[in-house]
């Protein structure tokens, strides 16, 4: 995610410290989030941050999601068909899903009985589902989404939007659950489907390939496949009166851009450079790894923007050239490799801060890469900040990981050269594609190709709070303070 408010290219930061009510899915009140037994999966995956989030149990491969929305009202009908494989035999299982009215289940054509517990659908199949078989879960509902909220994000909450004739949908980390029923989890990636039906005077805007337009009476049925494994959070339909831009960028990957009718010809052009940016950042990263790319430009919204796959949404002002940068970095660190907790947000955001810099250093837009880094190693010196790979849940999206991170990877690149620090990051991207990873696999691959021990490195930056020197930049460690007394 990128917040435009906190990372603008002046040095306007501030760290986030909203008094957001708790999260639900942080609470884990009512329901402890266990290993499975008798045959029951369980709530959550038990990520550090947010415990309740994913069920174990089963992996799912596949979601389609078909709704009739209204965008007047925001009210959505329909439903979602889940393919999933039983790790194990279940009785029971659950999904992640919050607020709407769940109407009917049917788990491989049965009818199933339910109940809700906060954010847990729990449901249970009327045969017991046998391990390492495929089963299928219709969930039919119906009701007006209602954002999910995040403690340290200075906005309402997260995932299906609406602002009168316009919906977006912007999900990190918790919110999918208000529009579809999930495992709510990057490590559990599925491919998916979405039959949007409109009145047609809207446009529809998901992820993947637009396979099909139908027209029915005066709506239209917009039928779009994700084709890339995704995780939850990264899903989006958004929904609005779009000017549609379809362009070809390198090895013919189709680019499709979403502009509200008043967006300026200056902002258009600015995205007419995907392509060149695509090639550039498959230079530095590796292939870009997915089946299309593309934006929607909301208008309106937060002012955040966030890399939903293959298709981010930008909220807010219109985005300029780094934030174009930053979400298409992410395609690479973040969604074709996740981090496998939430802890880790670290190997998406650090990579798509830096690649910001190292944009400005390839284009000369706004100085040297040694000037920037010299002013954020400046600002960070003197700004309280959390630990970059132990943030915490209300500091997730602050300075730590957004700032310490790129200024991190650049005193990487230095302590271990160019050729090492690109090596580390194309065999990161390629080893870990579709996948998700961890901090300690990320130091694995940067030793592996310095051939140096860099666990003292790593322990500095990531979980020491202290900031440590860049010698090659002759940037010494801010002093410690006397302790008072
Ligand atoms: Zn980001």
């Given at each position: 995610m990128y917040r435009i408010t906190l990372l603008a290219t002046s040095l306007t930061l501030v760290a986030c410290q909203s008094p957001a009510p708790l999260d639900s899915s942080t609470g884990a009140d009512s329901l402890e989030s266990t290993s499975s037994t008798d045959g029951y999966g369980s709530a959550g995956y038990d990520d550090p941050y947010f415990p309740l989030l994913g069920n174990g149990g089963y992996d799912v491969e596949h979601y389609r999601i078909v709704l009739d929305v209204d965008v007047a009202t925001n009210h959505i009908e329909g439903f979602a068909t889940i393919d999933a494989v039983a790790d194990e035999d279940l009785s029971r299982f659950n999904l992640d899903l919050s607020g709407l009215e769940v109407s009917g289940i049917r788990v491989n054509g049965e009818s199933a009985s339910f109940w809700r517990e906060g954010q847990e659908l729990v449901i249970v199949p009327a045969m017991t589902l046998s391990a390492n078989t495929p089963f299928q879960t219709t969930v039919t509902y119906s009701g007006m989404p209602e954002v999910v909220p995040l403690p340290g994000l200075p906005i309402p909450g997260i995932g299906w939007m609406h602002e009168r004739e316009l919906i977006i949908t912007m999900s990190e980390p918790t919110g999918a659950m208000n529009w579809y029923p999930c495992n709510n989890h990057q490590l559990d990636k599925a491919t998916h489907e979405f039959e949007i039906t409109v009145a047609s005077d809207y446009v529809v805007a998901a992820n993947g390939i637009l396979n099909s337009v139908q027209t029915r009476g005066d709506k239209q049925r917009y039928h779009f496949v994700a084709s890339d494994p995704m995780a939850t959070y990264l899903s989006t339909v958004n929904i609005g009166r779009f000017d549609v831009e379809e362009l070809v960028g390198p090895n013919e990957l189709p680019l499709t851009f979403y502009f509200p009718p008043a967006t300026k010809e200056e902002i258009r052009e600015g995205f007419r450079r995907t392509p060149e940016m695509i090639t550039t950042l498959s230079e530095w990263f590796g292939p870009y790894p997915f089946e299309c790319y593309g934006g929607v430009?909301?208008?309106?919204?937060?002012p955040a923007a966030l890399e939903t796959q293959t298709l981010p949404v930008y909220g807010g002002k219109s985005p300029g050239i780094g934030v174009q940068i930053h979400e298409l970095t992410h395609q690479w660190f973040g969604n074709s490799v996740s981090f496998e907790s939430w802890r880790d947000l670290w190997l998406a955001e650090a990579f798509a801060s830096y690649a910001q810099w190292l944009w400005t250093e390839k284009t000369g837009d706004e100085g040297s890469i040694v000037e920037t880094v010299e002013r954020y190693y400046g600002y960070l010196s003197e700004a309280e900040h959390e630990l970059m790979g132990d943030p915490g849940v209300e500091h997730l999206f602050g300075l730590g990981v957004y700032v310490r991170g790129p200024v991190a990877l650049h005193a990487l690149r230095l302590e271990i050269g160019d050729e090492a620090f690109f090596g580390t990051l194309k065999a990161w991207t390629s080893t870990f594609k579709n996948s998700a990873a961890g901090a300690k696999d990320f130091i694995a691959l940067a030793e592996q190709h310095s051939d140096r021990d860099l666990a003292e490195f790593f322990e500095a930056w990531l979980y020491s709070s202290e900031l440590p020197a860049i010698p090659a930049m002759n940037l010494p460690a801010p002093k410690a303070e006397e302790p008072e007394g």
């Open positions: 430009v909301a208008g309106a919204g937060p």
